[in-house]
């Protein structure tokens, strides 16, 4: 089915660990973007990109790093886990002339730094 | 900065019960709202609203906006136990950017 894969649905790191979080669409979507969402807190925008080779921070990007080398895979980096960083991550993607479903999420990825 | 709040936080009802939930935005180059469900693992997606005054309907949830008064409410008729869920409300800006609010937890009791 055509969608948004995320990979791995749960990990568990120890601090200092750094580990890719994987997400691809095969909707030929434009726009990517990664979440985080703490209990609470709703979800809070880490990253996003508008093409392939444009990315730009959001609210939380501390921490993390992305790159967009092709349309279909925004991988998510996290450079050196900390505690702080346990949280759910969801990748999202939409289409700008998209007056209909809006964005389209993966799954998930819960993420445990111990 | 982007703001999206979300009221009330939290919501208990009994089945048959009719709730509004409310949502505010703060956004620089507003281009739509959008409302979510999330009960377990992803949100799914429920309306988005581009236009105001235009009412959106699917089954027993409807949703309107009110692009004067920067708002939008989700109106949920004869509330069911599975309609128990948080339910996110964003505003969408200019490069398709999302900004979420932290969502109303409801709670629909037999």
């Known amino acids: 089915n055509a969608g948004v894969t995320q990979t791995p649905k749960f990990q568990v790191l120890k601090t200092g660990q750094s580990m890719t979080l994987q997400c691809a669409q095969d909707?030929?979507?434009?726009?990517m973007s990664w979440y985080r969402q703490d209990p609470g807190m709703g979800l809070r925008l880490i990253h996003y990109?508008?093409?392939?080779?444009?990315?730009d921070q959001g609210e939380v990007p501390n921490g993390y790093n992305v790159s967009r080398s092709t349309t279909e895979d925004f991988p998510l980096r996290l450079l050196s886990a900390a505690p702080s960083q346990t949280s759910v991550y969801f990748c999202?993607?939409?289409?700008?002339?998209?007056?209909?479903?809006?964005?389209?999420f993966g799954s998930g990825t819960r993420l445990t730094v111990v | 900065e982007d703001k999206v709040v979300q009221s009330p936080l939290s919501l208990v009802v009994h089945e048959g019960d009719t709730v509004t939930l409310n949502c505010s935005y703060e956004?620089?180059?507003?281009?739509?709202l959008l409302w979510y469900k999330q009960e377990k693992k992803a949100p799914t997606f429920l309306f988005m609203l581009?236009?105001?005054?235009i009412e959106k309907k699917s089954g027993r949830l409807s949703s309107i906006l009110d692009k004067k008064e920067l708002s939008s409410i989700l109106n949920i008729t004869a509330t069911q136990t599975g309609d128990s869920a948080i339910y996110l409300c964003?505003?969408?800006?200019?490069?398709?950017?999302?900004?979420f609010g932290t969502g109303t937890r409801l709670a629909v009791r037999p």
């Open positions: 990109s508008v093409g392939a080779g444009i990315t």
């Open positions: 964003a505003a969408k800006s200019s490069g398709d950017k999302l900004t």
């Open positions: 999202a993607s939409s289409s700008p002339g998209d007056r209909v479903y809006g964005y389209t």
């Open positions: 956004v620089t180059n507003f281009r739509s």
């Open positions: 581009t236009s105001s005054g």
């Open positions: 909707m030929n979507h434009e726009y």
